[in-house]
């Protein structure tokens, strides 16, 4: 089973508590806090798509601007050491650091995906 869902350019998680016997999950790539669920898939997709619904509607009615998940920007903590050295590793291969650390994790989500 997909443990992900899609719709109107959201994504979000599906997990089954098999305590509850339930389908919920949560929307990602957004701060705000928006979550659904089902008691089985059809029932976990409709809700998944009201949450989506009813958040843009908020938003129109409110005239706040919807986030839009995965701008294609974050910011990323990993130690003064290993920033020197990607930044000398980056420089060695003729690439910016954003040029270097896009290509690192290009190829680790196609290793993943294997």
Known sequence: MNSN??????NGTVIFCESEHV?????????????YEGADIDELIADFHDAIDDYLESC???????EKP????FNVRIGADLHREAVRSA?????NLNTFVTHAIQNAVMLSAE
């Open 70 to 73: 995965f701008k294609g920007s």
């Open 23 to 35: 389908f919920h999950g949560k929307v990602i790539g957004i701060r705000s806090s928006l979550t």
């Open 60 to 66: 129109a009615e409110n005239n706040w601007t919807p």
């Open 5 to 10: 869902l899609s719709y109107k350019g959201y």
């Open 91 to 95: 420089a060695t291969r003729d690439m």
